[in-house]
């Protein structure tokens, strides 16, 4: 049983679409046959709004679905209505963003690149608050800050997420902040890379061109086989999920080839200790 109700609504989403289509019926027969709208049940389906757990029985009976496999399913979509902590923020988080929290929440690994600014999992409160003042101003910072501090409770969690980060060395360059800011955010990363679970490379600018000069992204991967990998890109306004299998493949062989042109660990972590001593 998945744990954030992000990824419990995505499970059941996908598992009533699968559903459906294993019965042979389209959107508009399975649609008028739970007196719902086709638009609404092609959203259901693709996890931008929830179903309430006697909608689900519904569809499942309809679909001929039955004993422990249906009582599996609605107990999912139980969970699914439950408030992840994020919610509570949900006048500081869009809530684009608000569904890759809930991702993020529950994923085993993460994977990443970031090109001009340390990841928000890795970021210290001062460096927060000088990113947010920078892209977004003054308005709730400290609620903004607060909420982007409660997300790495993932890292240190009894089973924490494996993080693996690719980080440009520009980022190391780029004072936010001022020099005392950056020394304490750069020592800060160099100790999470000795944690167990996080791995930082950092993509010196003598590796030259790479194949990620023009997208940061996430690749979110989950422990249940049942939830499929994702990969995140986001920009100013908005956030995109990409959930088919060639998309997250080929993120994945790109993150590979952003490793294997980077520092290895122990070298990252020499240049992270040689760029924080730069500001000190």
Same mark, same amino acid.
């Given at each position: 049983?998945?744990?954030?109700?992000?990824?419990?609504?995505?499970?059941?989403?996908?598992?009533?679409?699968?559903?459906?289509?294993?019965?042979?019926?389209?959107?508009?027969?399975?649609?008028?046959?739970?007196?719902?709208?086709?638009?609404?049940?092609?959203?259901?389906?693709?996890?931008?709004?929830?179903?309430?757990?006697?909608?689900?029985?519904?569809?499942?009976?309809?679909?001929?679905?039955?004993?422990?496999?249906?009582?599996?399913?609605?107990?999912?979509?139980?969970?699914?209505?439950?408030?992840?902590?994020?919610?509570?923020?949900?006048?500081?988080?869009?809530?684009?963003?608000?569904?890759?929290?809930?991702?993020?929440?529950?994923?085993?690994? %993460?994977?990443?690149?970031?090109?001009?600014?340390?990841?928000?999992? %890795?970021?210290?409160?001062?460096?927060?608050?000088?990113?947010?003042?920078?892209?977004?101003?003054?308005?709730?910072?400290?609620?903004?800050?607060?909420?982007?501090?409660?997300?790495?409770?993932?890292?240190?969690?009894?089973?924490?997420?494996? %993080?693996?980060?690719?980080?440009?060395?520009?980022?190391?360059?780029?004072?936010?902040?001022?020099?005392?800011?950056?020394?304490?955010?750069?020592?800060?990363?160099?100790?999470?890379?000795?944690?167990?679970?996080?791995?930082?490379?950092?993509?010196?600018?003598?590796?030259?061109?790479?194949?990620?000069?023009?997208?940061?992204?996430?690749?979110?991967?989950?422990?249940?086989?049942?939830?499929?990998?994702?990969?995140?890109?986001?920009?100013?306004?908005?956030?995109?999920?990409?959930?088919?299998?060639?998309?997250?493949?080929?993120?994945?062989?790109?993150?590979?080839?952003?490793?294997?042109?980077?520092?290895?660990?122990?070298?990252?972590?020499?240049?992270?200790?040689?760029?924080?001593?730069?500001?000190?």
């Amino acid at each position: 049983m998945t744990a954030s109700p992000t990824v419990r609504r995505r499970r059941i989403a996908r598992e009533l679409r699968q559903l459906r289509e294993h019965a042979g019926m389209t959107l508009d027969v399975a649609a008028r046959q739970l007196d719902m709208s086709k638009s609404n049940l092609s959203r259901i389906e693709n996890a931008q709004i929830g179903i309430k757990p006697r909608d689900v029985r519904a569809a499942l009976a309809l679909y001929q679905v039955t004993g422990a496999d249906a009582e599996a399913l609605i107990e999912i979509a139980r969970g699914a209505q439950q408030r992840g902590w994020w919610q509570s923020y949900s006048d500081v988080l869009p809530e684009w963003f608000e569904f890759y929290v809930g991702l993020e929440a529950e994923a085993a690994t %993460l994977r990443t690149y970031e090109a001009e600014s340390v990841p928000g999992l %890795l970021q210290t409160e001062a460096y927060a608050r000088e990113i947010y003042r920078i892209t977004a101003g003054e308005d709730a910072i400290e609620r903004k800050v607060a909420a982007r501090l409660r997300r790495q409770d993932v890292l240190h969690r009894e089973a924490p997420v494996r %993080l693996s980060v690719v980080l440009n060395e520009a980022v190391l360059l780029r004072a936010v902040g001022g020099p005392a800011v950056m020394a304490a955010q750069i020592s800060h990363m160099a100790r999470l890379a000795q944690l167990p679970n996080v791995t930082i490379h950092v993509l010196p600018f003598s590796a030259g061109g790479h194949p990620a000069m023009s997208t940061p992204y996430v690749i979110l991967g989950f422990a249940d086989a049942a939830d499929a990998s994702v990969v995140y890109l986001e920009n100013l306004t908005m956030g995109l999920a990409l959930e088919d299998v060639a998309h997250v493949h080929g993120y994945s062989l790109l993150h590979e080839e952003l490793c294997r042109m980077a520092l290895d660990p122990a070298a990252s972590l020499t240049r992270l200790e040689d760029a924080s001593r730069n500001f000190a």
